[in-house]
């Protein structure tokens, strides 16, 4: 874990590392690279689900290799900090419709490690991340509570309470 200073810049939106910052070209500079990367996989697709900036201080990507544009489609979450290189990896759907979609965000509890992956796609993925610069957040550090001193900068997309590591990393505002 963090130490204290880190955690609590972190809930303030304040970048660890100085290339790093939520209106910073990092997404341009390390993420877009990653996303073309798993793009070269075997019918693999991705999809931006949260742009990060000004409400919100991550980027999140869908993915999948199912061919399909519209209906449910399981497929794999990667929210990538912009405040520091740490990525969590996670399992879920995405529902697109013709003029609707619906998204879900990764629960501490549902942080794929590399010894979870069920596919060589999903092992391909966490590889990819990995490749690019970023660290995987571990299940365990995910689930960690943040000291009562510190909490989010304003609301997250998981489920509440919003009291640990994983919360500080992925927050949004409006």
Same mark, same amino acid.
């Given at each position: 874990?963090?130490?204290? #200073?880190?955690? #609590?810049?972190? /809930? +303030? ?7 790093? &910052?939520?209106? %910073?070209?990092? $997404? ?15 019918? =693999? ?10 409400? %919100?201080?991550?980027? /999140? ?10 209906? +449910? ?20 759907? /995405? $529902?697109? &419709?013709?003029? %609707?979609?619906? $998204? ?18 999903? =092992?391909?993925?966490?590889? =990819?991340?990995?490749? &690019? &610069? ?7 550090? =995910? ?5 009562? %001193?510190?909490?989010?900068?304003? $609301? ?19």
């Amino acid at each position: 874990m963090l130490s204290i #200073q880190d955690l #609590q810049k972190l /809930a +303030n939106w304040e970048p660890l590392e100085s290339e790093f &910052g939520c209106n %910073s070209n990092i $997404y341009e500079r390390r993420i877009l690279p990653i996303l073309s990367d798993i793009e070269k996989y075997e019918h =693999a697709q991705t999809l931006l689900t949260n742009n990060g900036g000004n409400l %919100s201080n991550y980027v /999140a990507v869908f993915v999948d290799t199912s061919g399909k544009e519209l209906g +449910n489609i399981q497929g794999l979450y990667i929210h990538f900090s912009l405040l520091t290189p740490i990525a969590a990896i996670g399992r879920g759907a /995405a $529902y697109i &419709g013709e003029n %609707s979609w619906g $998204y879900s965000s990764i629960e501490p509890n549902e942080v794929l490690e590399e010894s979870d992956t069920l596919s060589p796609f999903e =092992a391909y993925v966490l590889q =990819a991340v990995v490749n &690019g &610069g970023f660290k995987l957040l571990s299940r365990l550090s =995910a689930q960690e509570k943040l000291p009562p %001193s510190i909490s989010p900068y304003e $609301y997250c997309l998981n489920n509440e309470p919003w009291d640990s590591f994983i919360h500080v990393l992925f927050s949004d505002t409006d």
